[in-house]
């Protein structure tokens, strides 16, 4: 089954101003050839989330075999053709035209240089040669494809603006969130996590990712309602054309990658947990880490009072990170203050964005028809069209909907999502090893890079629970850590929740 590639084309429409029609023609003409230099600690991990992040967008993808072991090359295409076999990468010397991935220090002049450096990255489009200042951690290669892969896209697009701009020379960390990467903190040994992963949908399998290849073990409960679907093989970081045609439950593709982590499956919703913990069905975790894609949602997830909370966020291609600390405030609910307008509802939205109308988009096992599209204006026939012979059910999820922000619908794709993944890795990173920062809220614009990004330190605001109730919410958390649960959660017994089960 080939990778749907419809995000890919929205996200490039909206920073090209180019219709999907050229745009798509395009980003599949676009090739790219990856060097590796293995030499470089981190560069094979760099080189293998790079391809999969790539994989999961239009164009050809190739790997200069030069002085490269054939096992390794070997690896690189399987894991490529697992996402979408229907494009197999090449092996071969660069062709004119392609655009040359040199993850090395030094590469041929106007080729991207890239290496992973300690937690972050360095990147430049220069012919000054970079230099690692520390060996690289999983989150440093995680970082570093992240970024590369960002910078290929809006090659190959033609982004438009500062976002279109080639950065010359850059560097990041996630965890300092400075331009110094080697400046961080070490991982700590024998390093134990026990917490909760929820939303497993593009950033929480980008987290799962980045977490599966650190020197970290412990007990994660995996908690994500949905199963994977064929739209989500070009978004998410985990999962691939297996997994689109045997839609398994998204906890269960997740806790396949978590190897070293004892996990239990949740397939359930944020606003559920806070009763199985005081019930003691669930543990009670001391650190919860979300992907999420509502307020609503958000807000639920802080009910579960963890010592820490680690929010990611994206939007078009804008990452977030809202980092939340049982002994301080803010608390989740006041970077997303429930809000007494009327929202509109999820068919509405839906009528709104697909031009159907709404006595169509109720009848969800309905299969959509080229005449469905006869009537509406050219925009919403060109967005609907890739999705001709699907059950009208999935349009919601397809067109990005279940992920809809505030301000209205922003496409994501594979590396905005897994940019706002090493956000909340790298805060992760940072409480572990203890590394203080002053910024509770971080944000900046993957394809312009974090060269000024946002960082403050958000304030509570009064009237929220975190204030009006610090007494109930220190008795709730007092509680909760004392409680001591089972083994294993048992199946509760009702259609909110399937069984415990990994499924792996």
Not at 463 to 478: I, M, P, S
Request: charge should be neutral.
């Amino acid at each position: 089954m080939p990778a749907d590639h419809s995000r890919a084309l929205l996200l490039g429409q909206n920073v090209t101003d180019q219709p999907q029609s050229e745009l798509a023609q395009r980003l599949e003409g676009a090739s790219v050839s990856i060097d590796i230099d293995l030499g470089i600690p981190g560069a094979v991990l760099t080189a293998s989330i790079l391809v999969r992040t790539l994989r999961r967008l239009p164009g050809r993808i190739s790997i200069d075999p030069d002085e490269l072991p054939t096992s390794l090359v070997e690896r690189l295409r399987v894991e490529a053709e697992a996402i979408d076999p229907d494009r197999p990468i090449a092996v071969g010397r660069p062709r004119a035209g392609d655009t040359i991935i040199r993850i090395g220090t030094t590469g041929p002049p106007g080729s991207l240089r890239v290496i992973p450096d300690l937690h972050g990255f360095r990147l430049s489009w220069a012919s000054n040669s970079l230099q690692q200042g520390k060996p690289a951690s999983a989150l440093g290669s995680a970082a570093a494809a992240a970024a590369a892969a960002a910078e290929t896209f809006k090659v190959a697009a033609r982004v438009i603006g500062v976002r279109g701009r080639r950065h010359r020379r850059l560097a990041w960390c996630p965890v300092t969130l400075s331009h110094r990467p080697a400046q961080g903190p070490d991982l700590p040994r024998d390093w134990q996590l026990d917490g909760l992963l929820l939303g497993l949908g593009a950033i929480g399998s980008a987290t799962a990712l980045i977490l599966s290849e650190l020197p970290v073990e412990g007990s994660l409960d995996l908690v994500d309602p949905q199963r994977f679907a064929p739209e989500n093989v070009g978004t998410y970081s985990l999962g691939g054309a297996k997994e689109a045609l045997d839609q398994p439950w998204k906890t269960s593709v997740a806790a396949s990658a978590l190897r070293r982590f004892e996990t239990r499956s949740w397939n359930a919703v944020a606003a559920y947990l806070p009763e199985l913990i005081d019930a003691g069905r669930l543990r009670w975790p001391p650190i919860v880490l979300t992907g999420l894609d509502s307020p609503d949602a958000r807000r639920d997830s802080q009910r579960l009072w963890p010592d820490h909370l680690i929010d990611g966020a994206t939007g078009d291609t804008m990452v977030g990170l809202h980092a939340i600390t049982a002994v301080g405030r803010p608390c989740l609910a006041c970077f997303f203050p429930p809000t007494a307008t009327p929202t509109v509802s999820p068919t509405r939205e839906l009528e709104r964005a697909t031009g159907l109308p709404t006595e169509l988009l109720v009848r969800g096992a309905e299969i959509l028809l080229e005449a469905h599209l006869e009537g509406l204006s050219v925009a919403h026939q060109e967005r609907l069209r890739p999705f001709v012979g699907r059950e009208i059910c999935g349009l919601a999820s397809a067109l990005g909907l279940t992920e809809l922000p505030d301000e209205g619908y922003r496409p994501s794709v594979a590396f905005v999502s897994l940019t706002a993944a090493t956000l909340v890795v790298g805060r992760l990173v940072a409480i572990a090893a203890g590394w203080r920062t002053a910024s509770n809220f971080v944000q900046y614009d993957t394809l312009a890079g974090p060269r000024q990004p946002t960082r403050e330190w958000r304030t509570a605001r009064p009237a929220c629970d975190c204030v009006q109730r610090a007494g109930v919410v220190a008795e709730v958390r007092r509680r909760r850590a004392a409680y001591r649960f089972v083994d294993r959660p048992p199946s509760i017994g009702h259609d909110r929740m399937t069984p415990a089960s990994n499924e792996a």
